[in-house]
């Protein structure tokens, strides 16, 4: 029996979730809870001070409070804050006073932006700490426009940038946020050339033949995203 292709294992390696569509819901399979590696307390911490929550009359294990916030928080910074109920989530989170007091570490310079721009957007409650006023301060005037317009542009679904190369550039810089270590930039690097989107209908186990392939359909799809660029 073959085993896994090539572009599978390296779709595991470099990414960290899966989109799985359905006729009534999509879900996210997670192997990783976060893109940037090493920026997340391991799993079996994480599920040693999980809670559970009901769902239709199910217990159900999630994160505790803390660890929601500082994963929304993270979420909504690597999607740029584009989404609106993403930022909702997080100030949901943050206004629960329970949240804050199972904090076991500070929030990352990209969590406190999107606490920040949550209590600016959907104003602060009486439940949040003090860092939640620190956070919404620190919101600049550039960031703050950028933000608000694109919750209002923002198309319905994700769309590809029409020049190449932009969302590794956006990753190294929400990985320098993050305080990642520098080998992140060679896994982001690799996920940009050869992303699921390319790799997918390649069932090879073999690296060169699925690879040349895949570079190939990626220059093709680049110089047709170039030539569309160049005409609007």
């Given at each position: 029996?073959?085993?896994?292709?090539?572009?599978?294992?390296?779709?595991?390696?470099?990414?960290?979730?899966?989109?799985?569509?359905?006729?009534?819901?999509?879900?996210?399979l997670?192997?990783?809870?976060?893109p940037t590696?090493?920026?997340?307390?391991d799993?079996?911490?994480?599920?040693?001070?999980?809670?559970?929550?009901?769902?239709?009359?199910?217990?159900?294990?999630?994160?505790?409070?803390?660890?929601?916030?500082?994963?929304?928080?993270?979420?909504?910074?690597?999607?740029?804050?584009?989404?609106?109920?993403?930022?909702?989530?997080?100030?949901?989170?943050?206004?629960?006073?329970?949240?804050?007091?199972?904090?076991?570490?500070?929030?990352?310079?990209?969590?406190?932006?999107?606490?920040?721009?949550?209590?600016?957007?959907?104003?602060?409650?009486?439940?949040?700490?003090?860092i939640?006023d620190?956070?919404?301060?620190?919101?600049?005037?550039e960031?703050?426009?950028?933000?608000?317009?694109?919750?209002v542009?923002?198309?319905?679904?994700?769309?590809?940038?029409?020049?190449?190369?932009?969302?590794?550039l956006?990753?190294?810089?929400?990985?320098?946020?993050?305080?990642?270590?520098?080998?992140?930039?060679?896994?982001?690097?690799?996920?940009?050339?050869?992303?699921?989107?390319?790799?997918?209908?390649?069932?090879?186990?073999n690296?060169?033949?699925?690879?040349?392939?895949a570079?190939?359909?990626?220059?093709?799809?680049?110089?047709?995203?170039?030539?569309r660029?160049?005409?609007?």
């Amino acid at each position: 029996m073959p085993g896994p292709s090539w572009a599978w294992r390296h779709l595991v390696r470099t990414g960290n979730e899966l989109l799985l569509n359905g006729s009534s819901t999509d879900i996210d399979l997670h192997w990783h809870l976060v893109p940037t590696r090493g920026t997340f307390p391991d799993f079996d911490t994480l599920w040693g001070r999980h809670q559970d929550v009901h769902v239709d009359g199910h217990p159900t294990p999630t994160l505790s409070g803390y660890d929601a916030l500082a994963h929304s928080a993270g979420h909504a910074a690597k999607d740029r804050w584009r989404w609106m109920r993403s930022l909702l989530d997080v100030h949901v989170l943050a206004a629960r006073r329970n949240t804050w007091l199972s904090a076991d570490r500070r929030l990352r310079a990209d969590e406190l932006l999107s606490v920040g721009l949550a209590v600016r957007m959907f104003g602060r409650t009486s439940t949040m700490p003090s860092i939640a006023d620190k956070a919404a301060d620190a919101v600049g005037p550039e960031l703050w426009r950028h933000v608000c317009r694109d919750q209002v542009m923002t198309a319905p679904a994700h769309q590809p940038f029409a020049v190449p190369g932009i969302n590794f550039l956006l990753g190294l810089r929400g990985a320098a946020r993050t305080g990642a270590s520098p080998i992140e930039g060679a896994r982001l690097l690799s996920r940009s050339a050869l992303p699921p989107w390319v790799t997918a209908e390649f069932t090879s186990t073999n690296a060169i033949s699925t690879v040349s392939s895949a570079l190939a359909k990626r220059v093709g799809d680049v110089i047709v995203r170039l030539r569309r660029s160049e005409g609007s």
